[in-house]
């Protein structure tokens, strides 16, 4: 069945067979000449980038609400929330300065800032493309070095006991868990592979489990890598292409790059 589409970013060329008569459109075709002559010259000056970086912050937080345990098994005034880290303060103020090192690399010499990102001069895109190889094989570099031999492990386990001492420590007498004489990354691992392949989240195992806390923690940490190798290969620095809906350029003038600025100021 036809859908008739109503979005606001799309662009109706036939708005005479479209049930909204206000729909925004370019309806000749000197006008969408103009536009696409326009996006043409915006192209050849530079491009509006997002830039996107992910995968550096590893953080779990436990909510005793969300994760619905009886007040029954808990301690009169006992905290009920707790955030948790995968690395050390030191680790993780390196990788933010690095993630600023990345944003730096725009400057008023080769980009300006919009609302869309930032616009990137096109003189400087090789420049762009490999800075952000060389900034990635430095964060791959740093990692691998402070995260050398099992020392990512040690991380991920001090980060999970963390989180399942906590679980014990706000936990009533009434509460009939027990609590496992070592945590193992194999027991981990198996625990994840068992919630894939029963496509669960963890939080249908019962709170009356006596080992409700491991498996829970086990699926709070699940989006954390268990291996350092898998980390790395998480993080990614991502550059987001945009570019301006033809709309806004039917009836706009486009030579330079302060037509550029006027343009993003007046959307």
């Given at each position: 069945?036809?859908?008739?589409?109503?979005?606001?970013?799309?662009?109706?060329?036939?708005?005479?067979?479209?049930?909204?008569?206000?729909i925004?459109?370019?309806?000749?075709?000197?006008?969408?000449?103009?536009?696409?002559?326009?996006?043409?010259?915006?192209?050849?000056?530079?491009?509006?980038?997002?830039?996107?970086?992910?995968?550096?912050?590893?953080?779990?937080?436990?909510?005793?609400?969300?994760?619905?345990?009886p007040?029954?098994?808990?301690?009169?005034?006992?905290?009920?929330?707790?955030?948790?880290?995968?690395?050390?303060?030191e680790?993780?103020?390196?990788?933010?300065?690095?993630?600023?090192?990345?944003?730096?690399?725009?400057?008023?010499?080769?980009?300006?800032?919009?609302?869309?990102?930032?616009?990137?001069?096109?003189?400087h895109?090789?420049?762009?493309?490999?800075?952000?190889?060389?900034?990635?094989?430095?964060?791959?570099?740093?990692?691998?070095?402070?995260?050398?031999?099992?020392?990512?492990?040690?991380?991920?386990?001090?980060?999970?006991?963390?989180?399942y001492?906590?679980?014990?420590?706000?936990?009533?007498?009434?509460?009939?868990?027990?609590?496992?004489?070592?945590?193992?990354?194999?027991?981990?691992?198996?625990?994840?592979?068992?919630l894939?392949?029963?496509?669960?989240?963890?939080?249908?195992?019962p709170?009356?489990?006596?080992?409700?806390?491991?498996?829970?923690?086990?699926?709070k940490?699940?989006?954390?890598p268990?291996?350092?190798?898998?980390?790395?290969k998480?993080?990614?620095?991502?550059?987001?292409?945009?570019?301006?809906?033809?709309?806004?350029?039917?009836?706009?003038?486009?030579?330079?790059?302060?037509?550029?600025?006027?343009?993003?100021?007046?959307?």
């Amino acid at each position: 069945m036809a859908k008739d589409l109503t979005d606001p970013r799309q662009l109706p060329l036939f708005p005479e067979l479209s049930k909204e008569s206000d729909i925004a459109s370019i309806i000749s075709l000197p006008e969408f000449d103009k536009a696409l002559n326009n996006l043409i010259k915006i192209s050849d000056l530079g491009a509006f980038i997002q830039l996107k970086i992910s995968g550096l912050e590893r953080v779990y937080s436990l909510n005793i609400n969300e994760i619905v345990i009886p007040n029954d098994f808990l301690k009169d005034g006992a905290p009920r929330t707790a955030n948790y880290h995968l690395f050390p303060g030191e680790i993780r103020n390196q990788l933010k300065k690095y993630s600023y090192e990345v944003k730096s690399f725009f400057t008023t010499k080769n980009s300006f800032y919009t609302d869309y990102g930032y616009f990137l001069y096109r003189s400087h895109f090789s420049i762009w493309k490999h800075f952000i190889e060389k900034m990635q094989k430095t964060i791959s570099d740093y990692l691998y070095t402070v995260c050398k031999g099992n020392k990512y492990g040690q991380y991920f386990l001090n980060s999970f006991r963390h989180g399942y001492n906590f679980l014990f420590d706000i936990a009533d007498i009434t509460a009939p868990w027990e609590k496992r004489k070592g945590i193992y990354l194999k027991d981990i691992e198996a625990v994840r592979l068992s919630l894939k392949n029963d496509s669960q989240t963890g939080y249908h195992t019962p709170t009356t489990d006596i080992d409700f806390p491991f498996q829970i923690m086990a699926a709070k940490t699940l989006h954390i890598p268990i291996t350092i190798t898998s980390f790395i290969k998480r993080v990614q620095i991502t550059s987001i292409f945009k570019t301006i809906h033809l709309e806004y350029l039917a009836n706009k003038s486009i030579n330079d790059i302060d037509d550029i600025k006027k343009l993003v100021e007046s959307i």
